[in-house]
């Protein structure tokens, strides 16, 4: 059986990407939980993720550049939602961070918070194509 979450350890990382002892990256059970246990749609939403995220990220380095913060605020909301349906904490954080920092139009944060959102979903897509991968027939 797959583990419940993916914590420190589990996976090659460079040493500076490596979770920090504990950290859930992706709670697959808590995931699996808000979605009555269905795989297969689990399965989806990590799919729909992996191809719609670098249209959002593309959005977002749009967004900084022209300083358009309502842009930003909102598409920084829309991907939290996602990571929210994979109970991935870092990442989420990240976003609801540049969501806060769009929503006070602070262009110099924006552009340090963007760069960690980058960082913590560059960390979780390997757990999250992984899973997809393990739950294939």
Known sequence: L?????????????EEDAPVAGEKLFDRAAALRRIDGDEALLEELIALFISEYPKQRLAMRDAVKAR?????????????????????????????????????????????????????????KPHLIGRKQDLAP
């Open 68 to 124: 358009d913060f309502p842009r930003l605020e909102r598409t920084a909301h829309a991907l939290r939602g996602a990571l929210g349906n994979f109970h991935a904490e870092p990442a989420g954080q990240a976003a609801r961070q540049l969501e806060h920092i769009a929503a006070m139009g602070e262009a110099d944060a924006a552009k340090r918070a963007l760069k960690d959102l980058e960082h913590q979903v560059d960390r979780l």
């Open 2 to 14: 797959l583990p419940e979450t993916v914590t420190a350890g589990a996976g090659d990382f460079d």
